[in-house]
Nanobody
Framework: QVQLVESGGGLVQPGGSLRLSCAASGRIFSINAMGWYRQAPGKQRELVAAVTSGDSTNYADSVKGRFTISRDSAKNTVYLQMNSLKPEDTAVYSC?????????????????WGQGTQVTVSS
């Protein structure tokens, strides 16, 4: 019902920057929150940053001051600007969104994930 497509991952040197994008499409009625998660090899998936429909933001302590999440509600798109990247930021980054999708006059909750994009920080 709702699909998320991510872009912007890649290989970057320590101290470099990357910008991730995630666009939601489908029968969207409203989106409550969008966020980025990451999972490194052998580790559990963790929340990196999230933004609500009211533009409240939440960051993992490990990325505060380096990463910035922003949202374009008109485009149903969320961005993650990542600066001062460190090797420990290497992971698969996945986008998540929750809200309501519509079918006729009916609305249903959704919680969708993107396919993930690899971010590798290495010299």
């Amino acid at each position: 019902q709702v699909q998320l497509v991510e872009s912007g991952g890649g290989l970057v040197q320590p101290g470099g920057s990357l910008r991730l994008s995630c666009a939601a499409s489908g029968r969207i009625f409203s989106i409550n929150a969008m966020g980025w998660y990451r999972q490194a090899p052998g580790k559990q998936r963790e929340l990196v940053a999230a933004v609500t429909s009211g533009d409240s933001t939440n960051y993992a302590d490990s990325v505060k001051g380096r990463f910035t999440i922003s949202r374009d509600s008109a485009k149903n798109t969320v961005y993650l600007q990542m600066n001062s990247l460190k090797p420990e930021d290497t992971a698969v980054y996945s986008c998540n969104a929750d809200g309501l999708w519509k079918s006729g006059s009916w609305k249903y909750p959704f919680n969708s994930w993107g396919q993930g994009t690899q971010v590798t920080v290495s010299s």
